[in-house]
C-alpha cells in the first residue's frame, strides 16, 4: 500500500514509545524562480591600472649576449665569410750561364754543373766541336763571371721568373753595346727562356728579340750527349745560318 509512515490516534497498550523525529512535519522545499535572460549578474570591474608617479621610472631588462654567444657568433661569421685566395707563391728559379766570346758570335751557355768550365769536361770538349764545324775559333773567351740565379740566399727582393729575365737580358745587352756580334747562341733551356723569351720547341730556330738582336736557340750540352741524335737537327740548323758570321769573319 506505500504507507512510508503509520501513527495510530490513540496510544496503543503495551506498544514500545514512539520516536519524536517521526512526529516533526518536514518544512516545504522551496524552489528559486529563475531569472530572465536579459537580467544578468553585473560584470565585475577591471581592476584600475597602477599609476605611475614622475618620479618613478620602469625598469626595462635588456638581454645581453653572453660571451660565449658573442665568441661563438663571431666564429660562425668568420666561417660564413669567403675565403681570399692568396696567390701561390713561385720559387725563383735556378740556373748559372756562362758568356763566352767566338769570333762575332757571343755565347750564352748553361753550366752543367754549375761551375765555370774546364779544359777536359766533356761538356766543354763538346762546345769546342761545334765551335770547329762552324768556321769559328775553338778556344772561346770568357767574358764575366758566370751568371747565376737566385742572386740573393735571403731577402725581400724580388727573385721570381720575370726579375730574372730582365736581369739577364740587361746583362746581355750591355756586353753587346761594349764589342757588338752578328749572332748570339743561346745554349740550354735557362738561356733560351730567359733570355730569349722562348722555351724548348723553339731549339734550333733563329729568334729576334729586342735590345739583343739575331739569336740562335740551342739544345743544352748535357741533352746533347745524353741524346746524341739531336746533334744532326743542330748541324742542319747551323749550316742555314753559318753564311752570317763567315762573312763577318771575311
Known amino acids: 500500500m506505500q504507507v512510508v509512515n503509520w501513527l495510530p490516534r490513540t496510544e496503543l497498550p503495551f506498544a514500545a514509545p514512539s520516536r519524536p523525529e517521526l512526529l516533526e512535519m518536514p518544512e516545504p522545499l522551496v524552489v528559486a524562480p529563475l531569472l530572465p535572460v536579459s537580467v544578468a549578474a553585473p560584470v565585475a570591474e577591471a581592476p584600475a591600472e597602477p599609476v605611475i608617479k614622475p618620479s618613478e621610472r620602469v625598469k626595462i631588462e635588456v638581454p645581453r649576449p653572453s ?3 658573442t665568441r661563438s657568433g663571431a666564429k660562425v661569421e668568420e666561417e660564413a665569410a669567403p675565403a681570399v685566395a692568396k696567390a701561390p707563391v713561385v720559387p725563383p728559379p735556378r740556373f748559372a750561364l756562362q758568356l763566352l766570346r767566338a769570333g ?4 750564352l751557355v748553361e753550366l752543367p754543373t754549375g761551375e765555370p ?4 769536361d766533356p761538356a766543354y770538349m763538346l762546345l769546342k766541336d761545334m765551335l770547329r764545324a762552324a768556321g769559328l775559333p775553338d778556344s772561346p773567351q770568357i767574358v764575366g763571371e758566370p751568371v747565376r740565379w737566385p742572386l740573393l740566399v735571403r731577402g725581400t727582393m724580388d727573385q721570381g721568373p720575370e726579375a730574372a729575365r730582365d736581369f739577364v737580358q740587361g746583362f746581355l745587352s750591355a756586353r753587346i753595346e761594349d764589342a757588338p756580334c752578328v749572332c748570339l747562341w743561346l745554349i740550354g733551356l735557362p738561356a733560351v727562356r730567359f733570355a730569349g723569351e722562348a722555351n724548348a720547341e723553339s731549339f734550333n730556330r733563329e729568334l ?5 738582336g739575331s739569336v740562335w736557340a740551342l739544345p743544352g750540352l748535357e741533352l746533347l750527349m745524353e741524346e746524341p741524335q739531336r746533334k744532326a737537327d743542330v748541324w742542319q740548323a747551323m749550316r742555314r745560318l753559318m753564311a752570317r758570321w763567315k762573312e763577318s769573319n771575311e
Open 67 to 69: 660571451l660565449a654567444s
Open 104 to 107: 762575332r758570335c757571343l755565347l
Open 117 to 120: 768550365f774546364q779544359t777536359r
Open 208 to 212: 729576334q728579340v729586342e735590345g739583343l
